[in-house]
């Protein structure tokens, strides 16, 4: 079942046009990879998908809803969750109260920055056991400035699930790490996805290539083909750009 869709997708900044009939389709239960050379349009596809910007033209419907235009935060209500290729988390916060905040039970309350979240036996041990589930138990009381990279990565994707969502996005989640952290994330992200809708923008092809179920490939800002990673292998394009290189 393709539970979310986007259709004749456009967006321009200025004079610059950046997406151009975008045209893509998820399935249920399945992780999707995009990628594409930089400059793209893929990090801007993303951000259209998610709410941050609105398409000049085109439509985006989630579990058969039309979220055209809704605000990220609607959208996140509705079961949809990202990442972000700029890490976006309370530095001065521990591991668990990043999560804590972003936790439906919390921010039903409405987010107060001065409430003692320590108080809320429930929304602490949800928050723990979604760190447990990325790889982070014992790092509760760790302020999130003191973590690794590899494991702020790891919290940003806790923060993500935090909100409880039906899909998942992640942009570019293996920016900046190592070979074993890329190895310990790859494992999570395997994990989710028995449980998620999983869509990423990587840049890593052998990651990408390893896990996604299918792939689109953007470039100057169109989608220009689509498969599974064995079909994309063989795809003349793909083979003959760094892209296939790097695949």
């Known amino acids: 079942m393709k539970l979310f869709e986007a259709s004749g997708l456009s967006k321009r900044f200025g004079a610059q046009v950046v997406l151009q009939d975008i045209t893509l389709s998820f ?10 050379p930089n400059g793209a349009g893929k990090t801007t596809c993303f951000n259209v998908l998610t709410g941050r910007y609105k398409p000049d033209r085109g439509r985006v419907t989630f579990a058969g809803e039309d979220i055209t235009g809704l605000s990220p935060r609607e959208i996140a209500r509705k079961g949809v969750s990202r990442s972000f290729q700029i890490m976006n988390l309370f530095d001065s916060y521990t591991a ?4 804590l905040v972003a936790t439906p039970h919390v921010r039903k309350q409405g987010f107060n920055p001065w409430r003692d979240l320590g108080a809320d036996d429930t929304a602490q041990q949800l928050a723990a056991a979604i760190l447990e589930r990325v790889g982070l138990k014992g790092k509760e009381r760790t302020l999130a400035s003191s973590l690794s990279y590899g494991e702020r990565r790891a919290l940003e994707i ?3 699930l935090a909100a409880e969502p039906r899909m998942l996005f992640l942009d570019e989640p293996t920016a900046g ?4 952290g890329t190895a310990r994330l790859m494992e999570l992200v395997k994990e ?6 999983i869509v990423i ?6 990651f990408l290539f390893k896990l996604a179920d299918q792939i689109s490939v953007i470039h100057w800002g169109q989608v220009i ?8 292998k063989q795809n003349e394009w793909v083979r003959r750009s760094n892209l296939g290189a790097l695949a």
């Open 27 to 36: 399935e249920e239960g399945q992780l999707n990879g995009i990628m594409g």
């Open 96 to 99: 668990l109260d990043n999560v």
């Open 158 to 160: 806790g923060v993500a």
């Open 201 to 206: 923008i990587e840049h890593d092809m052998n």
């Open 225 to 232: 083909t689509q498969g599974t990673p064995d079909a994309l």
């Open 177 to 180: 790490l190592g070979a074993e």
């Open 192 to 197: 989710l996805k028995r449980q998620l809708t």
